[in-house]
C-alpha cells in the first residue's frame, strides 16, 4: 500500500519567503507527527497531531513556525519569512493512536529537503 | 527527559566482519528503544524494537539489538556484514507516555568495504 508522501521533495527559496511543506500520512493513521534533520542538530521532534485533538507543539523552534491538519489527514507545514538556519531535510511520519504502555511503529516520509539561499 | 547517546558518529567494517553499533540510553520512565535506519536519498526504516519484552530483539536485515537494564545500554549488532548494510543508523527512545514523542541520536555512518 501507499505510504506517507511529502511534497515538494526539494525546494530552494530565498531569505525572507514563506514556504509550505505537505505531508499525505498513510490512511487510517491518525497520528502525524513532524520532524527536522538537520546537520549539527540531528533529528528533532516539530509538532504533534492525534485526530482532532489540539496539537502539541512543544518542538516548533519560534512563531516563525506553524502546522495544520486539514480533515484529521493532509498536514501542512509553513515556515514564514525563512532563515538559512532553517535549511534541513523536514520529515513527517504518521501511525496509529499512540497508546499508554504499547507502541505503535512511526512510518517516515521521504522528507522534503528545504534550502535557504 | 530522555536521551540517547551514539558513541561512533562512523564505523567501518569490511564485508562478511561483524557490526557492532553503540547506543546509551538515559530514560526516567521504562522506555521504549528503537533502531532505525536510513538509506541514501530514502526514508527512514524501522530495524528493530524493544517495548519491555525479551531483553533480546530480533530485526530486518539480521541485525539484532540487546538492551541491558544494567548498563543502560542497546548496541546493535549483526553477525556478518553486507555492502548494502552501508547507511545511516539511529538509536531512538520514547516514553510509553503521552503521545510516544521519539528522540533520536545523531546517528552512525556505517561503511561497509569489499
Known amino acids: 500500500g501507499a505510504g506517507v508522501s511529502q511534497s515538494p521533495s526539494n525546494k530552494v527559496t530565498e531569505k525572507g519567503k514563506d514556504v509550505e511543506l505537505r505531508c499525505d500520512p498513510i490512511?487510517?493513521?491518525?497520528?502525524l507527527y513532524w520532524y527536522r534533520q538537520s546537520l549539527g542538530q540531528g533529528l528533532e521532534f516539530l509538532i504533534y497531531?492525534?485526530?482532532?485533538?489540539?496539537?502539541?507543539k512543544s518542538g516548533l523552534p519560534s512563531d516563525r513556525f506553524s502546522a495544520e491538519r486539514t480533515g484529521g489527514s493532509v498536514s501542512t507545514l509553513t515556515i514564514q519569512r525563512t532563515q538559512q538556519e532553517d535549511s534541513a531535510v523536514y520529515l513527517c511520519a504518521s501511525s496509529l493512536m499512540p497508546g499508554t504502555g504499547e507502541y505503535n511503529e512511526q512510518f517516515f516520509g521521504p522528507g522534503t529537503r528545504l534550502t535557504v539561499l | 527527559a530522555q536521551s540517547v547517546t551514539q558513541l561512533d558518529s562512523h564505523v567501518s567494517v569490511s564485508e562478511g566482519t561483524p557490526v557492532l553499533l553503540r547506543c546509551n540510553y538515559s530514560?526516567?520512565?521504562?522506555?521504549?528503544l528503537f533502531w532505525y535506519v536510513q538509506h541514501p536519498n530514502k526514508g527512514l526504516q524501522l530495524l528493530l524494537k524493544?517495548?519491555?519484552?525479551?531483553?533480546l530483539v530480533k530485526g530486518i536485515n539480521g541485525f539484532e539489538a540487546e538492551f541491558k537494564k544494567s548498563e543502560t545500554s542497546f548496541h546493535l549488532t549483526k553477525p556478518s556484514a553486507h555492502m548494502s548494510d552501508a547507511a545511516e543508523y539511529f538509536c531512538v527512545v520514547s516514553d510509553n507516555t503521552g503521545f510516544q514523542k521519539l528522540v533520536f541520536g545523531t546517528g552512525t555512518r556505517l561503511l561497509v568495504s569489499p
Open positions: 524493544y517495548t519491555s519484552a525479551a531483553t
Open positions: 497531531f492525534q485526530g482532532n485533538s489540539a496539537p502539541d
Open positions: 530514560s526516567s520512565y521504562s522506555p521504549s
Open positions: 490512511s487510517g493513521h491518525t497520528a
